[in-house]
């Protein structure tokens, strides 16, 4: 066999093996705090004037239930509430959009369709009056080919604040036994 | 180079990848015991339990972590940050004589064990941050 044929072998083999351990590498800062930690810190927390750490989780615990979350962990002592939620997200736009799509082009494209969101929520004492609630929430959609689209933090502090309001009403309705 | 080294080269490089069964990967790892538990633990003069688990949660919130969960007895959290990417990472803590505590994490990047020391040590910056406490090297 000539040079070149070899070469014509072995250069394409070299590329793979090349490919199979371009593996994507963790992102450097993955784990480091990232400028935005402490604005977001802020969006995510409320303190609350209280002694009562079990009500607090147990008013939370209710409003997640309100909100429609299923309850996936607990832990009273570390004051942890961890809840999902399974949503159809399918959008009457995205959908005509993709129609027109495939009208066009003789392709289908795939539409979201469904999102699942996952809650933290936890409680800390921060001395002997006062009590912060974190809520962390993050998403992930899939479209209709089940690939995952979205996988991320939400970050819309609309979304904390209203939490933030039903859950001063939770404490209250609960404080009540209501 | 002779064809046949060519070809039987070839066929030999095939035979290796299919050697590369699903159980294998149950229990491999790249780095030693030794090393892995090096970069992955930090011991901390602390002796409040869960001072020390409730500082890991906040930490790991920090960071844009969920918690999936969290156990005292056992002194395990578990999270998830997603970005684009799936980071996991489950975080223990033990006690290490009177007056310390060890904490150990490990993380997976999407579908790979994170082996690299550079975030582990980025995370323990950040908890030795939040808890107002050096980070020492187990010796």
């Known amino acids: 066999m000539s040079l070149h044929k070899s070469l014509a072998i072995c250069v394409p083999a070299f590329l793979g093996l090349c490919l199979i351990s371009c593996q994507p590498r963790i992102p450097k800062d993955a784990l480091a705090l990232s400028p935005e930690s402490l604005q977001d810190r802020h969006m995510q927390t409320r303190i609350f004037e209280t002694t009562d750490e079990k009500m607090l989780l147990t008013a939370s615990a209710q409003l997640l239930q309100d909100l429609g979350y299923t309850i996936d962990e607990s832990e009273v002592p570390c004051g942890v509430i961890v809840a999902s939620r399974d949503r159809d997200v399918t959008d009457a736009g995205q959908v005509l959009g993709s129609i027109l799509v495939a009208v066009l082009t003789g392709a289908a494209t795939p539409v979201d369709r469904n999102q699942k969101v996952l809650a933290s929520c936890v409680t800390k004492p921060l001395d002997d009056e006062r009590i912060a609630v974190r809520i962390t929430f993050q998403h992930m959609v899939w479209n209709t080919n089940n690939q995952l689209t979205k996988c991320e933090q939400i970050n819309d502090p609309e979304i904390y604040r209203e939490f933030f309001s039903k859950l001063s009403k939770s404490v209250f309705l609960t404080a009540h036994e209501i | ?139």
């Open chain 2, 1 to 139: 180079m002779s064809r046949g080294v060519v070809i039987s080269s070839v066929i030999i490089l095939f035979i290796f990848c299919a050697c590369a069964t699903p159980q294998k990967h149950i229990l491999e790892t790249k780095e030693s015991q030794v090393k892995l538990r090096s970069m992955q633990s930090r011991v901390f003069d602390i002796t409040d339990r869960n001072r020390l688990l409730r500082t890991i949660i906040a930490t790991m919130q920090d960071l844009g972590f969920v918690v999936d969960k969290a156990d005292e007895t056992l002194g395990t959290i578990s999270g998830t940050k997603r970005k684009g990417y799936t980071l996991r990472m489950t975080v223990s803590i033990r006690p290490r004589g009177e007056n310390q505590m060890i904490v150990r994490s490990n993380a997976q990047y999407n579908l790979q064990t994170v082996e690299d020391p550079e975030p582990y040590q980025q995370f323990f910056a950040s908890l030795s941050k939040a808890l107002f406490l050096e980070a020492q090297q187990v010796e």
